[in-house]
């Protein structure tokens, strides 16, 4: 209410939070009368700062870049920088109150914030992407610290980007310390980072099918993105037995009946991560697989993981998937599914994951990473693989204790919000007004 109005997405995820606790602060005294909910919406401290930089034929160019530090009520704030050209202070804000939630069920001690800039990586030189990066790190490193605010990647800022500031951070401030997560193993990353949501989101789609007594063996699966998280996913859904049929990008959608198999995901990783070419090149270089403009959800598939970005499967869609009888959707991105989507999955009694849970595998492993770094130590992947599945098996259940309605259906929805509340309400309501 108070003028957010020109900040749609912000209203849209606050809208969808509050809509389950509010009733459940209505039941519940103990949160009642201290404007908590007033208090969760809005962020601590929302830092706002000009990036200048050169390209490579000596112009100067300017972007804005952002930090929006939500919430520190259960450990230092935790959240990605994104770099994409539709980069706002709505996006930024409904991705840091989406964060403090997740984090929250990750059961780690991490707070929620969220920042990047509008600058487009795409199409810049790897130069220009270092300079751009280090102005970055020029105004931000002094609003971070290993115990105050850890960013880490998002949209538009995997590994290239993070050695980068991390690089610039440690040349500022003379001090090798663990100050962004989703560093390479190198220099204090952790083995299964990368993984991690991808894998992370399909760990919580095998545990919610295990309450109807399913598993992903001979299922169909229909992925967006073809970024970090979707290729992950991908590579997790088939060694548990399924066939992954599309992926996509900002250009549109590949569908492969004969199924993405571990040779051909190594292809699309070589094509994004280091040709950074477009995903319609695979239906060039792969005769089962065809390029369609827009999403992929008109192809049938059990299982749909949307896992580019924020509002792209729509409620027609959602019917399109129904029709077509998919029995589970889980968002690998932030907010991938609109109300009206999320809505009609319920209404058919649809296994829905929201991404508060079933994409927290990324930040819960960022975590591990920042445990790491403290005890100077390296984990191995079989620990820290146990250690996210672990994790995911734990929000899954605490989703199934608040979310479960008196048919047995699971609101993974109401679940994950009133869990990823509850901690943060409490520890908030014992540190008084501050
Ligand atoms: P990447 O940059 O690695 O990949 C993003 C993918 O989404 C690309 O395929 C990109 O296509 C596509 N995409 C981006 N914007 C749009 C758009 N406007 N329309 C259509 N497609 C688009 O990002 P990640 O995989 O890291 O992140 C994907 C989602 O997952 C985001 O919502 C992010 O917030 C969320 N997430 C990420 C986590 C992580 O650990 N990385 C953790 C939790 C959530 P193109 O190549 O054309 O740009």
Redesign the pocket.
Known sequence: KKNNGHEPEFLQAVHEVAETIIPFIENNPKYQGKMLLERIVEPERTIIFRVPWVDDKGNVQVNRGFRVEFNSAIGPYKG?L?F?P?VNLSILKF?GFEQTFKNSLTTLPLGGGKGGSDFDP?GKSDNEVMHFCQAFMNELYRHIGGNTDVP?????V?SREIGYMFGQYKKIRNEFTGILTGKGLSYGGSVIRPE??GYGCVYFVKNMLAVENKTLEGKIVSIS??????QYACEKATEFGAKVVTM????GFIHDPEGIDAARLAFIMDL?NLKRGRISEYADHYESASFHQGRPWGVACDVALP????N?LNESEATVLIKNKVMAVAE???M?CTPEAIEAFQKARVLFGP?KAS?AG??ATSGLEMSQNSLRLNWDREKVDGKLYEIMENIHQSCVLYGKEEDGFIDYVKGANIAGFVKVADAMLAQGVV
């Not at 880490?152 to 538009?156: C, R, V």
């Not at 996509?248 to 250009?251: A, T």
């Not at 896992?307 to 924020?310: F, H, K, L």
């Open positions: 990605g994104r994409h539709t991705l795409k880490a990647g998002d949209i538009g995997g991690s949501t993105g073809s970024g970090n998280v979707a996509s990008d900002s250009s994004k896992c580019a970005t924020q792209e690998g991105a932030n991938p991404g994409n990324g930040v």
